[in-house]
Each structure stands twice: as C-alpha cells, then as structure tokens.
C-alpha cells in the first residue's frame, strides 16, 4: 500500500514514499523527526498532538497520512519566521503560559487556529475553542490571557 | 510490583531515604574551577531529615565555573514543569554573583550530576538550594582569593559582581572568572564554610523570575524522553495483561509473520515486538493472541472501603496529647463521621517514556524519570550490570507528580534493547499509563470530635486509614487528642499505589477541615472565626488571615446557589489557607468554582513568579481531585483507560485564583510544589455545604453524590 504523496509542511514542498494508512502524528514524529508535536492520549481527548492542515486544527493521532496529501501543514516547529517567534510563542512566554510544556505545542497551534478563524475571540470563546485541550499543570488562566495578548498583537497587521 | 507503600509514602515528607552510593564523578572533568560540597553539610539544618544524611559523607551536588565565565550548574533534581531549572539558577546566581543568564542547568544526568535521591517531597528548595548556596558562597570565597594572587591585592579589598573581581579602590583594576579559571583545576572539599549571604544582600533570589525553558518549549525544540531519534531505532509494544495478577496461559504470535519488518522478543511472559514505524508495533501487538487467568476480584471501586478497612491490619500512632475520655466528658456536642476517597491517577500529559540504546557493554538511556539514579539502580539490577556502565541522561518531564518516581517502562526498555540489540524507544499509550500508574490510594478517615457550646474543640480522635499519614498532625489547638495511622501489608490494593502530588494531605486535609466546618456549623460560628478560636499557631492564623482579607472575609451572601468555604494545611514546611467561591447547580449537581484566594507561607521564596504559577497548578489540578477524579475497576481490571472516563481539570472549571504569598524571606525555604494541592477537597466540599446544606462526604464530588447529598438533606 505503499504510495507517494506531496504535501507542503512548514513552508517547504515534500514528498514521502510511504504507507498511507499511517498514523500522520508518528509519521511526524518518527519519520520526519518533528517531536515537537507530542502524543498524549491517542484518542482525541487531549489536544497534544494539534497541527494546522490548510488553515484547520487537526488532532494528528487520529488522521491517516493521506489526509494531507496535496495540503498545506503547519506544526510547531514552522511558527516562527525567520528566527522571530511568533505572537502567541512570545505571549506564552510573556505569561508564562506553561509548566511542563509537554501540553504546549497542542496549545499553541490550537489558538494559532483559533485566532486565524476568530481573530478578537472573547474569552469566552477562548475558553470555548480550547476546552478540548488539557493540561495537567494547571496553566489554563495564563494561557487565555496568553491568547488574548496575542490577538491584540496580531490585529496590527501581521497575517497568520 | 510493590504495593501498600502507605507507609513509606505518609513518611516521605519528613523521613527521606537519602542512601547514597559513591561515585567518582569527578575524574570526567575538564578545565575550571570545582567546588565539591557533602550532603554533610546539612546538617546545620537541623531537623529529624538529616539523621540519615549526617552518617553520610559521600558528595552531593557540585557546580562548576568554565572557562569561558559561564557557570554550569550540576544537580540530580530534574525539571517536570516545577520550575526549579529557573530557581536553582537564581540561587546560583546570586551567591556566585554573577547574572541569571551566565548559568547553565545540567539536570538528572547519572553521569555528570552529582547522587540525588529524586526530585520529589517539595525537597529541592528546602532541601537542595542552601547546599547549593554554601557551595556558591565557596566558590566566590576561592574566586576571590586567587583573585588577590593575580591582582596583587588584599582580598578584602575585592568584590565580586556579574563575574568579575574588581579592586573596590580602582575598579579598572579587575579580573572576571573566565581569566582566574583558565586552565586550573582545584578541587576543594568544604570543610569551612564562608557565611552565605543574608537576605537583605540578595540581588537575584526573592526577584520574579520567568521560566528559564520557556523558549525551548513554545518553539516544540524542548527535548523528552520520547524525541530522542537514534539510528537504526525501532519502537516497542509490549504484551500487556488484561488485568493486575493476571497469569499468561497461552500465547500465539502467528499473526506477525505477515508484518513487514516486525520484530519479537521474549523472555518468559514478557513479550514485546519492535517496528521502525511506532504504529506498526501498536497494531500488531493487538494481533497477538494470548489468554490469560484472572484472579478473583475482591472488590470494585464501589465496595473497595468496605474491603480497605477489612484488611487494615497496622496501626500507627501518629500523635496524642491528653486523655480522650476527659475529652468526651468536655464535650458538649460530638460529631462522628467517616470520609472517604477514591483511587486516583496521576495522569500526566506525557506518559511514561524511555529511550535506550546499548554501545559495547554500556547502556544509555533517556528516561521521563523523577529518579535518575534510583532509575539507574533498578536497570543496573535488571540487567545485572555494573553501576557505572549504566547512563541515564538528562530530559525534560511532561509532567510527574509523582507518577515518575516509579519506572518500570525504563526497565521495560532496557530489557527489550538488551533481549533485541537494537536501540528502542518505549512510549507507553495512554491505556498503559492508566492501567499501571501507581494510583493515590483509596482511603477512609474515621474522626470522632467534639466541643463546647462555647465552640472550642475539647476533642479529636482521629483515624486515617491508608492513605498515610502525612498532614494527619494537628495544627488545631485541641486537649485531647490521638491521630493513629492504619493499613496493612501486601495485597489490600489491586494494583500498585504510590506518591501522589502532596501524599495523604489531600485525603486529610479534606477529611480535617470537612469535619472542621461541621463543628463551626453546629457551634454556630464562622467557619473562619471558629478556627481562630481554636488554634495558637501563629503562622497559621497569619495565613488564614491573609486569605480572608484577599477574599474579603465574610462574603457578602445573596440569594442564590453560591456558596463560600474555608480550609487551611500544612505540606512540606509551608502554611495554607484558602477560601472558594463556588456556585451549585442544585437541579443537576453541577458546581462550578468561581474563585478561589489562596494564602501561603513558604518562608524565603526564591522565585516569587514560580512559587504562583505552583500554587495556580496546584488549585487548578486539585479541581479534578476534589470533582471529577475516580479510578474505575472490578478488582484487578483498570476500567479508566483515557481521558473521555477520567475527567481532569479543563479551560471552563478554571476558578480565577488569587494569591498571596507571606513575606518571609528571613525564614528557611519551604516546600512549593505541593502544599497549595492540600486544601482544595476541603475548600470546595465546605463552600458547597454553605450553597447547598449538603455534606459531602466521599471525593470526588460528582453531581451525582452531590443530588444525593442535596436530596438526604
């Protein structure tokens, strides 16, 4: 079942040989050695593993390969520009908007989604995009005031 | 797998087991200056701790001054999110005099890191930073001395900052640390120690501090255990029973000759395969076809208290002070009651991990451990190798609190790297974390109280069963009093239990001041005014009434479903009281926290900033304990297996949470990580009594047992 598929990831064409019907978080992580996406649940319940595909959050532990095939994908690893972070990685940091950071990186791409679909949410609608994603730390009022940080940066121009 | 650690566990905050074994780390290192210091050194600490660590005199921690002026920082603890890489380096920092960001962390690492016991217990800043600071303050006693050599001058004339010695006459006159260390290497035992700095000389410690990590883990480039790639790797799956004490009948692996490049290895009923995709190994480890004999269960999450308090079988005096029955005499009302508390799963977001590969006769290994060394001892036992041709490495932790301290899936790995020859990665999947997470134990206290109708507390006869005993003390200025500790030998649990985040506190907590606002009910005073009358401590009151003035103590109270409670603890050396605001959905039993003020003495807080972001972590971690946690099983059988059935803390339950810490900064460090987890049972089970008049006596509060309470009225 071996097949080729193209897809752009963080920017750059790629082309891959391979099965699939594989898991698109362990080929991620395995064969293309970005570990900043992180495996938590394997089920969809924690938001760990969150990368964009053409612009959508997806729970990558739960996506088959093919998925992106011919589609744009961003993980964390392609956020920053040229060496400068982006917004919400430097109000998280800001906010200290982390702990163990293992819940992070889900974190972070789910409001770099959040905010692309809803760039001046309420925190309402913070708390309401972000509910599937968890964090045993404890971090969860910095990271909305995090987000909030960001999208009042992000409303002076600078496209996500 | 050991069980029933009650004992050890109520004890780890007060008895820890500092055996230390001898190493000769040293002879690995380069250039620069060396400073070694003993954990003998502690002793001038005092306290019932250092009995075991004063017979010691083996070395404990080291730092190390480079060539280039940087100082590298070398310590056992590791870094799960508590923020001691950022703490640790303050401490450094200042004693050493030199800036924040001149020190590297080298963290958990068996072979450059000094022996350290693990990082649990809130030890590391008690514990860890006032040897660090007497090594630093050493440091720059010898810095300054070769610095009188090379400048020519007395040392009294001297001073140190940001790295550099300079002549307090001329200070062109100067030297940094990179030119005194260069090419030397001096090693020097502390046998006398230069005066570390009081607290008023402090420059770095007491100042916030953001998290030193921060970057590396926003940009996804932070490393654990589980982003390791070696070449030629393959990921491991291993055979897993379908309950504890299961015995493997049979087992047929046929399936697998059909898988592309899979490998197996066995030894025994340990069974594993091995792919290069981790999926792969996944899903041909469901292909194997094994059956297995299950024990008989004894008891179900329902009727496991019933079954704890059938095999309770030791007891432990923890405490006693007058005469109970003089106590039952005084009393003018009592209240009996007993509560209870489920089993519950540590849950991290990163399960266990290890990495392992072999090169000739020595194993490397990167494990999400609490333990390095404790880690490196089993491996080294497993596998009947020598110490010290045993490595494991350092890595960030997803998370511990306490589930870490417990490594069977570095075990695991190095048994699969030795059985295949291949370099593997172990993840467990979530199912395996619930499955052999070394659960808080269930538990049942058994407290019998009475006071005056004056409402003074003339009694306490307190028993705590299995949980242990940690936070059992009485802070409460009662007469008459016995706290006794119970539990039993093997086999009263059906699957391993261990530390879990402040151990035993959370179930005596909840327990102590549930039964505490009972009284002040009964007695019909407030809850807040009815602990003041009823302790001497000083400390305590001191926070108890710095929370009440954050909260504005006593709340306003309108109609509706709100309710506000208080509850106070002591964990790990440090004071805690809280007050919640919670509102209660009295048709479906739903509460949602509102507010929660937290009020703390911790004594010197190193780094204020990190010492709130523990406390925000601990309430909103504890939100799940207190509502919605509860380990499901028939017997042996783990029923929670993820998530979607073991409900932890989200965005929405997320109360605003206000802090206060004590200023204390000529007091000894306390612990941080874990006192502000103790009171949240108790806060919320008592500010849900004040919405509703319903008692809850059993965590975790689910709707359900709260409909139940409100409707048994």
Known sequence: MTETIQFELNGKPMEMSLDSERTLLWVLRSDLGLTGTKYGCGASHCGACIILVNMKTVRSCMYPVWYIKGKKVITIEGLSKNGDLHPLQKAFIKHDALQCGFCTPGMIMNAYGLLHHNPQPTVREIIQGMDQNLCRCGSYN??????????????????? | ???????????????????????????????????????????????????KVQESSDLNAYLRVKEDGRIDCYTGKIEMGQGVITSLAQVLADELEVSLDQVDMVMGDTELCPYDAGTWGSLTTRFFDPILRAAAAEARAVLIELAAEHLKISKKQLEASEGVIYDTKNRKNQVTYAQLTKGKKILKPLSEKPPVKTPSEFKIIGKPELKADALAKVTGEAKYAGDIRLPGMLYAKILRPPAHGARL???????????????????????????????????????VKAEYEVPEPKANDETIFKHLLSVASESNLVEEGGNLKEGRELSDITVEEEYLDGYVAHAPIETHTATAKFEGDKITMWVSTQTPFGTRQAISETL?????????????????????????????????????????????????????????????VKINSGITNSGKITLWDYGVYFAGARGSQLFYDIPHNRTMAYGSAEGAHPFGTGAWRAPANNTNTFARESQIDIMAWKAGVDPFEFRLNNMKDERMIRVLKAAAKKFGWPPVKLPGGKGYGIACGVDAGSYVAQIAEVEVDKETGQVQVKRVVCAQDMGQVVNPQGAILQIEGCITMGLGYALTEDVKFNWGEVKTRNFNTYEITRFSWTPKIDTVLIDAQDSPPQGGGEPPIICVGGVIANAIFDATRARLFQLPMTPERILAAIHKG
């Open chain 1, 142 to 160: 910095r990271i909305i005031d995090a987000i909030q940080t960001a999208a009042k940066e992000m409303k002076g121009g600078r496209q996500i």
């Open chain 2, 1 to 51: 797998m050991k069980k029933d650690k009650y004992l050890k566990i109520d004890s780890s905050d007060i008895n820890t087991p500092f055996a230390m074994d001898r190493r000769e780390f040293l002879k690995s290192l380069g250039g620069g200056i060396i400073i070694v210091f003993s954990i003998g050194e502690l002793s001038v600490l005092g306290g019932g701790i250092l009995t």
């Open chain 2, 249 to 287: 009948i049979s087992l047929d692996a046929s399936a697998l000759e059909n898988i592309e490049g899979i490998e197996v290895v066995r030894e025994k009923d340990f069974f594993a395969v091995l792919h290069k995709s981790p999926e792969i190994a996944g899903e041909a480890i469901n292909k």
């Open chain 2, 384 to 444: 009947n190798m020598p110490l010290q041709n045993v490595h494991i490495k350092q890595n960030f932790l997803g998370g511990g609190f306490g589930s870490k301290n417990y490594n069977q899936q570095a075990i695991e790995a190095a048994r699969i790297t030795k059985l295949s020859g291949k370099p593997v990665q172990l993840v467990w999947t979530r199912g395996e974390e619930f499955f052999y997470d070394m659960f808080r134990p269930a538990a049942v």
